[in-house]
């Protein structure tokens, strides 16, 4: 079984920046994974935020384009969220999501971002 473990959620002031960091703690072939975040508010449906898939290709939701950047280390089996210029709106919970060969999905247990004054 695979265990993604999120870290780097938290307070933060509108402008403000966070790195959310997820990372499996399973003897996998991490390159063969895509990766992706997640994030989910109070009452709201879970929206992609943004996507690295295992050929390189990424991927972001029009809400958070030119703000986050999606990244990962295959060597250390991680994929981090750079998260600037926050706003109130980005207030969820975010989770990490991995899709392995055949049709294998896991999740993180989410982290919470927190945008206000």
């Known amino acids: 079984q695979v265990q993604l473990v999120e870290s780097g959620g938290g307070l933060v002031q509108p402008g403000g920046s966070l790195r959310l960091s997820c990372a499996a703690a399973s003897g996998i072939i991490f390159s063969s994974a895509t990766m992706a975040w997640y994030r989910q508010a109070p009452g709201k449906q879970r929206e992609s935020v943004a996507v690295?898939?295992?050929?390189?290709?990424?991927g972001y939701a029009d809400s958070v384009k030119g703000r986050f950047t999606i990244s990962r280390d295959n060597g250390k089996n991680a994929v981090y969220l750079q998260m600037n210029s926050l706003k109130p709106d980005d207030t969820a919970v975010y989770y990490c999501?991995?899709?392995?060969?055949?049709?294998?999905?896991?999740w993180g247990q989410g982290t919470q971002v927190t945008v206000s004054s």
């Open positions: 999501n991995m899709i392995l060969p055949g049709a294998r999905e896991y």
């Open positions: 690295f898939s295992r050929n390189g290709g990424t």
